[in-house]
Structures are given as C-alpha cells and as structure tokens.
C-alpha cells in the first residue's frame, strides 16, 4: 500500500492553464523530491526540500515552483503550461536519518496540448 | 558524458535463467549505490542498497559494486514473468541526499 500519494494520476490540459500537482505522504519524512521522467532517459530532479519552508531547485531547469508549508504536503505549481511541460513527474521522500532511499509516488503523467 | 550509463535494453530472457543488468559511472565519489524496479505506471520501488564496495544478497536478487571499475551490477536468478519491469540504478555522493539516476533497463522475463 502506497504511503505517498500524487494526484491527479493522469492529466490532459490545455496550453496557458495554471495546474498543481499533489504529492502526500504519511511516513513523517523529512525531505521530499520532485523527479520528471521523460521516456529512455534518466531521472531529472526539479525540487527538493529538506523540511517545512525549505525548497530548492534541483539539477534541470523548470519553469515549475513549489512549497513546503507542512511536512506531508509537497505540491508542484505550473504557473502557465506549455506543450514543452508534457512528461511524467515522480514525488519521492526520504527519511532525514540514515540512507534507506527514496519512496516514490506512482507518479502524474501530464499532457500538454 | 553522462555521470551514469545504463543500457536501455530492452533486455528479453525466458523463465528461469539469471538476469545480469549492469551500470557504469564516472563520479568516484559515488558511495550509495542503489536498485529501484519500475513496472509499467508506477513510481520506482527500492530493490537493493548497497554502500561502498562488495556485494548484497536478498532473495533471489544480488547487488554487486566494484568502486575500482566504477561498476555495479545486479543480478536475478530464477528470473520470473513478475521481475519484467525496467530497472533504474542511482547513486550519490557522501554529504548529499541527491541521487543520480541511470535511464532504466527493460527487461521482459518470457514464460
């Protein structure tokens, strides 16, 4: 049973709209990723957060934002979508101590049209 | 160059036989090192974490890390139509909790 939790599962929307993705988890975890996963390639990480009002950009540029007002919450904001935006966006957390690895979400696959 | 190579397959074997499914890197400041199982619309699951060198057992599932070749494997045995999925390895550096992901190898596991 999954103890993080994305929504919507798949989304189709149209070009200039302002969607938010939602990312939940119930294991009291520390830091939380954002990953965009586009077909044969590798995981990008967008965002990650290290705590409540901690966010930082990750390794690929995105014209994404997110917050972190509590623990278990982790959404990701695009302002105005563009088709450049269709792909699939993993949420993952982690627990603050030791090193067991991430828990990913099953995932939003985001469709720009 | 990328940080991490893996080949994407897709990598088919029939029931029954061993599974090797490798990963190359160039950062030998790499020391966690882990396998992650994707099956089709689903988020990755972690499989194996190893640290530093040497080798992890669990089940039927065996990680394998040669730091002196920058080299990690996994292996499968008795491999099952269940293990199909693609198989994503990540590593990262001491002082970070970012990992690097590979791309992923499919594998399809025949009955």
């Known amino acids: 049973e999954a103890d993080i939790y994305q929504t919507p599962r798949y989304l189709v929307i149209g070009t200039g709209k302002k969607i938010t993705l939602e990312c939940s988890q119930t294991m009291g975890h520390d830091k939380m990723y954002w990953y965009q996963q586009d077909p044969g390639m590798e995981l990008h990480l967008i965002h990650y957060s290290y705590g409540v009002n901690s966010t930082e950009k990750g390794d690929l540029s995105s014209e994404s934002t997110v917050s972190r007002i509590r623990t278990e919450h982790f959404p990701l904001t695009l302002e105005s979508a563009r088709p450049s935006h269709t792909s699939q966006y993993l949420c993952?957390?982690?627990?603050?101590?030791?090193?067991?690895?991430?828990?990913f979400g099953s995932g939003t696959r985001l469709t720009v049209v | 160059q990328k940080e991490v190579e893996q080949d994407p397959g897709p990598l088919s074997v029939p029931e029954g036989a061993i599974v090797s499914l490798n990963c190359t890197y160039s950062?030998?400041?790499?020391?966690?090192f882990m396998w992650y199982r994707q099956y089709s619309r689903k988020g990755p699951e972690l499989l194996m974490y190893?640290?530093?060198?040497g080798n992890k057992e669990d089940g039927r599932f065996t990680a394998q890390v040669d730091k002196s070749s920058k080299y990690i494997s996994l292996f499968i045995r008795d491999s099952q139509p269940s293990d199909s999925a693609t198989y994503l390895c990540?590593?990262?550096?001491?002082?970070?909790?970012?990992?690097?992901f590979g791309t992923g190898t499919r594998l399809k596991v025949l009955a």
């Open positions: 990540a590593m990262s550096a001491s002082g970070t909790y970012k990992y690097i």
């Open positions: 950062n030998s400041a790499f020391q966690y």
């Open positions: 190893t640290y530093s060198s």
């Open positions: 993952a957390s982690s627990e603050s101590r030791g090193r067991d690895g991430y828990t």
